[in-house]
Structures are given as structure tokens and as C-alpha cells.
């Protein structure tokens, strides 16, 4: 059975830093692009950023692009997703998922399109 589980999310003090980490198992993991979401409370949840299946390409929301960097390690089954200079407003649960369209290449990413998900982490951002 295919499985997502992130981890490394916890609180921090804004301008702090984290590094997220989405494990997989049970898939051919590095022929489908990966991504990350976000839930804050009382909102909807939110596409953050993807990563192609090669890795070449990364795609980033525009309010943490320069800030969030997505990568991945085909070899460990993992992919990242550093948070840097975290703001308050970066409260959320943190989702990774992975999309449905194998070796997917164009910049289209949204949520229907990803058909797998891990069971979140939560990212506190707070003083």
C-alpha cells in the first residue's frame, strides 16, 4: 500500500527556518512529480509548491517563492521542502502529495490532480 508520511514540522519564531520531509514507500515514486499544501485554520487548503518528476523543474506559490525551496532524492524515496524566513502567517498544516499523471512535465498543478496524500505536519510560526 502506498504511504506519504511528512515530518519535521514544529514551532518556530518568525524569520526561523525548518525543513520538511515527505517519505514514500510502495510506488514508483520518481516517475510523478510531488507537492506540497497547506492548511491554516478557517481556511482552505492552499497549493504550495511542486517539484517534476526529474526534479528539473520547481514550481512555487508567489508568496513563498524565495523563501520555500522544493527538492527531492529519487534514490531515498523523499522529497523536501525547506521553509525559510517563516512568517506568521506560514501557520498551517503542511500536506505532501503525490500527482496522479506519471512522468507529468508541464507547470499545471492543482489540487485535483494530486491523488495521493500523507497525513500532514504541523508548522506553528509564532513568538
Known amino acids: 500500500q502506498v504511504q506519504l508520511v511528512e515530518s519535521g514540522g514544529g514551532l518556530v519564531q518568525p524569520g526561523g527556518s525548518l525543513r520538511l520531509t515527505c517519505a514514500t514507500s510502495g510506488r514508483t515514486f520518481s516517475s510523478y512529480a510531488m507537492g506540497w499544501f497547506r492548511q491554516a485554520p478557517g481556511k482552505e487548503r492552499e497549493f504550495v509548491a511542486a517539484i517534476s518528476w526529474t526534479g528539473r523543474s520547481t514550481y512555487g506559490k508567489d508568496s513563498v517563492r524565495g523563501r520555500f525551496t522544493v527538492s527531492r532524492d529519487n534514490a531515498k524515496n523523499t522529497v523536501y521542502l525547506q521553509l525559510n524566513s517563516l512568517k506568521p502567517e506560514d501557520t498551517a498544516v503542511y500536506y505532501c502529495?503525490?500527482?496522479?499523471?506519471?512522468?507529468?512535465?508541464?507547470?499545471?498543478?492543482?489540487?485535483?490532480?494530486?491523488?495521493?496524500w500523507g497525513q500532514g505536519t504541523q508548522v506553528t510560526v509564532s513568538s
Open positions: 502529495a503525490a500527482d496522479s499523471r506519471r512522468f507529468y512535465s508541464g507547470s499545471a498543478y492543482a489540487e485535483p490532480d494530486f491523488a495521493l
